[in-house]
Structure formats: C-alpha cells, structure tokens
C-alpha cells in the first residue's frame, strides 16, 4: 500500500505526495475580492512540499459572497490577479487549484446589498425561482472557465460547510416541493447538474468536489445518502472527491481537536468509488497521516490548520518520514 509520500496521478498530473493543503479562507483579497500581494505571499509560503494546494473559496457571483476580503472569480477582470497566484505557486512545482463557491442563504447581506437566496425561504432567505437556478449553474460554470484562463490546474466545487450547493443536499436546508427538493435524487439535481456544466467547461483539467457527507445533525445528512452522491459525482466526471462536513462554515467547533474526524465518512465513500477521495480533520502528525494513506482509508490527507500555523509543515513531514 502506498503511504504518504508516494506520488499520486490524477488525469495526468501528477502529485509529488499526498499532502493537501485544504482550502482556507485567508481574507486577503481586496473588498472588490481581487488577489492581493499579501494574499500571494501566505500561498507561495506554503506552496513547497505538498502533492496538490486548493486555493480558498471564491464566490462565483456577487450574490454568494461571504465576507467583505473573500476572494473573488465573478469577473473576467479578476482573471489577471488569480493568473499571478496561480504562476507563483506553479512555480514551486507543485499542482493547484481553486475551490468556487456560492454561500446561497448565508450570503452576507451587508457585503451583498441585497437579501439571500437559497434553496428555500428561512424568513433571512429568499426562494431561488427556476430561471434563477439555471442562471446560477451558468454562473459556476463561467467561473470555472475563469480559472482555467488563470493557469489553474482545474477547479474544486465546494459542496460542503452549509453553503448554496450543500444547501440543496441537506434535507434540514432543502424543504423545495419541486424538483429541486424532497427526494434524494431531487436533492441531488441541482449539484449534479453544477457538475455537469463545469465539467464540459474545464474539459481535460481536475475537477474536485468538497462533499458535505455528515451535517452531523438528527435529520441531516447521514452517511448512506452521501456515498450514494459520491458514485453519482463520480459518475458525472468528477475526479477527486474530498470529504468534510458540518453546516456550520469552516470547522465543527465540537470536533476540531477530534484527530482524523471526517476520516471515517471519507473512508466510507472511499469503499464505494474509484477516484482518489481527501480525508481531513484535526490531522496535524505526520506519522499519522502516512498511516491513513497506509491502512487504506483515504488516498489523499488534507491539513489545514496546523499548515496554516506552521507554513512548513509539508517540508518537515516529508523530512519526518524519510528519516
Ligand atoms: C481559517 C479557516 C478557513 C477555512 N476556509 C475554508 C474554505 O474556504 N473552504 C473550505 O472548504 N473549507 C475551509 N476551511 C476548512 C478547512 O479546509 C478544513 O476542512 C478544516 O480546517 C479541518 O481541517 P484541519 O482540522 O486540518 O484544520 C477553513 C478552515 C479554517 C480554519
């Protein structure tokens, strides 16, 4: 079995090892949520040593922004800032992409000027009619084309943490008596169709979905539907599934120094597909992650916090497990 330090071909790229940097928002972009010098400089001191880095979440459209710095994919003129971020990482030698996003009901109504829409009314939300469902696929899809004119090796979907395209899945979010809503397969209509759209946009590049597999909540998503979901994603072209959960933004404040804690959803889903699936969750030992990779249980090991702290985590794991 392969461990953490053995390289890893997806699509034709090839990742030196099996350390991901996870996608963490950095607030550094500009209020117009531009890249930004500084924004450039927290990447390229981490860019070193790691299989594959996902830059953080970018809102597709500026109905799904998050906050007031998040950084932005929205407009062809941010193509030249994202172009710059991603040469500079490349330049380490080391595989990037960029995770797009809309945050759907959670949208910040200060930053945005306007009410959020979701999946269904929650008395902060408005109901997203059909035409607009349609014009948010296109959405994603435009700013997956975005990326790829940017340099990036492709896109990741963020599917997870309670945001638009999570919304849709978790049955506690979605209460649409369409087809939109109700039924599993319902649930699942709109994030497929997200994925078909971005698929024929990125054409031969890696197309990552982060999936909410647990909201770990009594009446939200369990286990049995996300696999189901994973072997449709799979089905529908997606090339790396990364596995997180909880509705509530980043991380889930009960679990965080839980070690390894979506570990387990994610070797569930692992069993079920072919494509390499990314565990996360309060992994912070080196010799720890290589036996993930080791035991089978997930293909890829996402680290988060403790490479935010220490921007030489990848290097020191590396040396840690050669000597
Ligand atoms: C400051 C911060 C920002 C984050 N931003 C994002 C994000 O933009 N997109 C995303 O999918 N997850 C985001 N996350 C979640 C991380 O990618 C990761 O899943 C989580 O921190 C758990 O991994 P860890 O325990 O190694 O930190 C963020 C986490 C933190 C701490």
Redesign the pocket.
């Known amino acids: 079995m392969a461990g953490l330090l053995d390289p890893l071909e997806v699509k034709g790229l090839t990742f030196r090892n099996r350390i991901v940097m ?4 950095t607030g550094r972009a500009t209020v117009k949520g531009a890249v930004t010098d500084r924004l450039v400089s927290f990447y390229v001191r981490r860019s070193t040593a790691l299989g594959l880095l996902i830059v ?2 970018c809102y597709v459209s500026s109905s799904g922004k998050l906050s007031p710095k998040q950084l932005g994919i929205y407009d062809d003129e941010l193509i030249g800032g994202l172009e710059r971020l991603s040469g500079r990482i490349h330049a380490a030698g080391t595989p990037v992409v960029v ?1 797009i ?1 809309h945050a759907g009901g959670v949208a910040n109504r200060e930053v945005i000027g306007a009410e959020p829409v979701g999946p269904s009314a929650t008395g902060k939300t408005r109901e997203l009619t059909r035409s607009e469902i349609e014009a948010l696929v296109e959405d994603f899809a435009v700013a997956a084309e975005r990326a790829i004119k940017a340099g990036f090796d492709g896109v990741e979907l ?1 599917g ?2 309670g945001f638009l395209l999570n919304q849709f899945f978790s049955p506690l979010l979605n209460k649409r008596g369409d087809e939109y809503g109700g039924s599993l397969e319902n649930r699942m209509r709109f994030p497929l169709m997200v994925v078909e759209e971005v698929r024929k946009r990125v054409k031969g590049r890696l197309l990552l979905y ?1 999936l909410g597999a647990d909201d770990l909540a009594p009446n939200g998503t369990q286990i049995e539907s996300s696999v189901a979901f994973a072997v449709k994603l799979e089905q529908r072209g997606v090339d790396v599934v990364d596995v ?1 959960g909880g509705l509530c933004g ?2 889930p404040k009960q679990l ?1 120094n839980v070690k390894g ?1 979506f570990v387990p959803q994610a070797y569930e889903i692992k069993k079920a597909v072919r494509v390499p699936v990314v565990g ?5 030992e080196a010799e720890y992650a290589d036996m993930l990779v080791r035991d089978g249980k997930v293909d890829l090991v ?5 490479f ?1 702290k220490d921007p030489k985590w990848a290097e020191k794991a590396v040396e840690a497990l050669k000597a």
Not at 22 to 25: A, G, I, K, N, T
Not at 280 to 284: A, L, R, Y
Not at 302 to 306: H, S
């Open positions: 996870p996608p963490m928002q953080e979440h995770q996003t963020h997870a943490h982060r997180s980043s991380e965080r804690y996360v969750g309060g992994i912070t996402a680290v988060g916090r403790a935010w």
